[in-house]
């Protein structure tokens, strides 16, 4: 599912070193976590999170069955298998925290399975899109609050967000179906839109829907966005699909 190319990572050697954590952000978890506010908020993010990993393991799974040879069936099964290993690492980190797994990811089982409802796949071109452009927007939305965290949680967060390395085999198969049939790559890049337009409302139902989660996003607590902070936030998200519609070679 986590399928930014080399040029969408922030921190490349030419952009300026981040800013030192502040605040919430340089503290610990043990430390942050005394606000019980605060605590709320990261346990729905890390239940939300934990939902949408083995949400996406069973997609993957079921994408499997679209794979036109046994490469790419395995190439998928792989995928779903490092979405299964993040869905664990969250789940055993909400039960060392005293956190029932299941009850904190209850609260988000709608939005994600209307999401995946509202967008399943017909074919599987349009299921590796999905998967490198659709799941990476609302991983680029959760890297933007992962910055306001405690070291613990963010480093966490960031974790189960990493490239699990397959972006490349996405972009190799769809550039090639392309080049095999131009026609293709516009019923693809219509596709891509309706996927981000799909997964930003996704991501706002998400956080509108649990006060302690919005509360944080909005300063609340933590180091929460202002209003142009989040106006930002989005102009980033933007720009970064737009560079992964760039190397599927679709329009954005």
């Known amino acids: 599912m986590r399928f930014m190319t080399s040029s969408d990572k922030p921190g490349n050697a030419s952009e300026t070193a981040p800013a030192e954590p502040t605040g919430v952000a340089a503290r610990d978890w043990a430390s942050a976590s005394a606000d019980p506010q605060y605590r709320a908020a990261v346990v729905d993010l890390l239940g939300a999170l934990a939902y949408g990993e083995l949400a996406a393991f069973e997609r993957l799974a079921e994408d499997a069955k679209l794979a ?11 995928m779903a298998s490092a979405e299964f290993h993040h869905f664990e690492r969250l789940r055993d980190r909400l039960a060392e925290i005293g956190e029932e797994p299941t009850r904190a990811m209850e609260p988000f089982v709608a939005a994600y399975d209307g999401f995946h409802k509202q967008t399943a796949p017909s074919d599987w071109l349009e299921g590796l899109v999905k998967a490198y452009v659709g799941d990476s927007i609302a991983s ?25 390395g397959h972006g490349g085999f996405a972009v190799e ?43 944080m996003l909005v300063g609340g607590v933590a180091d929460g966005f202002d209003l142009a902070e989040v106006g930002r936030m989005f102009s980033r998200i933007t720009e970064a699909h737009t560079k992964r519609m760039a190397a599927l070679g679709l329009a954005a």
């Not at 036109?68 to 792989?78: C, Q």
């Not at 939305?141 to 699990?164: H, N, P, W």
């Not at 095999?180 to 409302?201: H, I, K, N, T, Y």
């Open 140 to 164: 680029d939305f959760y890297r933007e609050v992962a910055a306001r965290l405690d070291s613990d949680s963010r480093d966490l967060v960031l974790a189960v967000l990493d490239d699990t």
């Open 173 to 215: 198969k769809v550039r090639a179906a392309i080049d095999a049939d131009p026609r293709v790559g516009g019923r693809l890049a219509l596709w891509a839109r309706r996927l981000m337009g799909e997964a930003l409302s996704q991501s706002q139902r998400v956080v509108a829907d649990r006060d302690a989660l919005s509360t």
């Open 68 to 78: 036109p040879t046994l490469e790419d069936k395995a190439e998928l099964a792989k």
